[in-house]
T-cell receptor, first 115, second 114 residues
Framework: NAGVTQTPKFRILKIGQSMTLQCAQD?????MYWYRQDPGMGLKLIYY???????DKGEVPNGYNVSRSTTEDFPLRLELAAPSQTSVYFCASSYGRWDRGYEQYFGPGTRLTVT | GESVGLHLPTLSVQEGDNSIINCAYS??????FIWYKQESGKGPQFIIDIRSNMDKRQGQRVTVLLNKTVKHLSLQIAATQPGDSAVYFC?????????????FGAGTRLAVHP
């Protein structure tokens, strides 16, 4: 299994540009998540999904959009990039069930700089 | 790679000593807890978990203790090695809004000195 994969690894955007961060998992997990992590800080949940076609906001959703058309993929869309969105973005997935545990498996991250 | 833990509380230990990292969680209804390790430039990596019906669980060189009375979680690392240097996050699972969510703590940076 490849686990959770993310592309690209690095990206520099100009203010006002848009982009999509890709995330895929091959573990047949129902739950998928997007987090951002600013330097020296913890993880903040942006959006999550509990299955194909179902998404919901986390604690910092403004400026982002998501979709979940398949179990495997959970792309994160940035519209009108702002310097405040400079961060490292992590995608994660989990079974989200008591019998399988709630451990989230994380991807390697996408480092985004907006200038 | 990206640096993490620049502004986080730091625990400094000597190589070979035991380390204890503490975490206070917020919700008495949380039923599952996890410790993650994050090395610089990488994503968080699972270390060990514990369910709320247990108070201790051991892994290889790591032990997690859960005290539900005071809502406290600790991670003990035996014979700490330089490769243990990283930021450690605790997380609690909370069932909210019909779904399970992990709530992450702020993190502690562990610095191991030779």
């Amino acid at each position: 299994n490849a686990g959770v994969t993310q592309t690209p690894k690095f990206r520099i955007l100009k203010i006002g540009q848009s982009m999509t961060l890709q995330c895929a998992q091959d573990m047949n997990h129902n739950y998928m998540y997007w987090y951002r992590q600013d330097p020296g800080m913890g993880l903040k949940l942006i959006y999550y999904s509990v299955g194909a076609g179902i998404t919901d906001k986390g604690e910092v959703p403004n400026g982002y959009n998501v979709s979940r058309s398949t179990t495997e993929d959970f792309p994160l869309r940035l519209e009108l990039a702002a310097p405040s969105q400079t961060s490292v973005y992590f995608c994660a997935s989990s079974y989200g069930r008591w019998d399988r545990g709630y451990e989230q498996y994380f991807g390697p991250g996408t480092r985004l700089t907006v200038t | 790679g990206e640096s993490v833990g620049l502004h986080l509380p730091t625990l400094s230990v000597q190589e070979g000593d035991n380390s204890i990292i503490n975490c206070a969680y917020s919700n008495s209804a949380s039923d599952y807890f996890i410790w993650y390790k994050q090395e610089s430039g990488k994503g968080p990596q699972f270390i060990i978990d514990i369910r709320s019906n247990m108070d201790k669980r051991q892994g290889q060189r790591v032990t997690v203790l859960l005290n539900k009375t005071v809502k406290h979680l600790s991670l003990q690392i035996a014979a700490t090695q330089p490769g243990d240097s990283a930021v450690y996050f605790c997380a609690e699972n909370l069932f909210s809004g019909g779904y399970n969510k992990l709530i992450f703590g702020a993190g502690t940076r562990l610095a191991v000195h030779p």
